[in-house]
């Protein structure tokens, strides 16, 4: 296959009738794309969660996975959101957004410095060119762990964006192959293993800052106990509802979840919805994974 530009490439895969861009990683990553419905597209796989409805870009947007990090009990890990970004160049979009840690969720952060992407070339390996030469250097005070996960976070977001998960690379500004952050690879970066690199829960909806009345599809993808995924409705310090969610499976990759959430008992106000890993060891192994979004209940 010749090579061609990234751009070009995703204006291709978009000539479908619905956008779909999967949040993809190794083979057992936790992969999401985003649809009006329950249709697989390019890029899609059984172990996927679909965003609200609300999610749907506009013409000129398309909907991307970007990964943020967020601590855990295993550490800072990378989480998943989805956001709308300028179709003309979706993965510099997407890709600059990650470095800005510009996320929806106050609870995520980036590693990255900032920066702007722009263009790349795909073939059996994505290229991309750095925002600039700093960037083969590791910033004042990022650690070799940090660096790590910072190249996970674009190598995540980048393989997301072109629905495939192929190696990827970084250029200088002669597009000439380059290190990043101090760290070399002859054979590019591929995805590490999703259950050593992403948060063990993931909301996928509510979104941040959701609006919701009567009853709402909650779900997501774990890797919890079992394939329990509990959930919890809190305003302030105080539950006030509860529940759970059976993921598809457990241990080996992170597996959908999805479930309906009853608020029609709930005075209209501000709250908290969170889902969680199970924890059969009741805290001795750090506790719980969460993700939580804040919402509005009318």
């Known amino acids: 296959m010749d090579a061609m530009s990234v751009r070009a490439r995703i204006a291709v895969l978009l000539t479908a ?5 999967a949040g993809c990683g190794s083979d057992s990553a936790d992969d999401t794309t985003p649809t009006s419905g329950s249709t697989k597209h ?13 999610s749907e870009p506009a013409a000129d947007q398309v909907t991307v996975p970007v ?10 890990r990378l989480y ?15 890709l600059t957004l990650a470095a800005s840690g510009d996320a929806l969720d106050a609870d995520y952060r980036t590693l990255l410095p900032a920066g702007t992407f722009a263009g790349g070339t795909t073939d059996e390996t994505a290229a991309i060119p750095l925002p600039d030469d700093s960037w083969t250097r590791a910033p ?37 192959s380059t290190q990043i952050f101090g760290i070399a690879s002859e054979d590019a970066f591929t995805a590490a293993d999703p259950v050593e690199t992403l948060a063990l829960v993931s909301v996928t909806s509510p979104e ?17 106990f079992e394939a329990n995924t509990p959930w919890q409705i809190r305003q302030g310090d105080e539950v006030v509802e509860t529940g759970f969610a059976t993921a598809e499976g457990w241990m080996d990759k992170l597996y959908p979840w999805e479930t309906e959430v009853d608020v029609s008992g709930l005075e209209p106000g501000d709250y908290t919805f969170v ?8 805290g001795e192994g750090g506790g719980p ?10």
């Open 140 to 176: 004042e005070g990022m650690s070799t762990d940090d660096a790590l996960l910072a190249v996970q976070q674009l190598v995540y977001t980048a393989q997301g964006v072109l629905q495939e998960r192929i190696p990827v690379a970084f250029t200088d500004s002669d597009g000439n």
């Open 67 to 76: 990964y943020f990090v967020g601590d855990t009990p295993q550490g800072p």
């Open 17 to 21: 009738s619905a956008v779909a861009l």
């Open 275 to 282: 889902a969680m890993t199970d924890d059969p060891s009741d």
């Open 80 to 94: 998943r959101e989805f956001r709308k970004v300028d179709a003309a160049d979706p993965l510099g979009e997407a």
């Open 208 to 224: 941040e800052g959701a609006t919701v009345s009567g009853s709402f599809t909650a779900s997501g993808v774990s890797s919890s």
């Open 289 to 298: 994974t969460e993700d939580s979004k804040t919402i509005t209940v009318e």
């Open 42 to 54: 390019h890029g899609q796989h059984s172990d996927e969660a679909s965003p609200s409805e609300s």
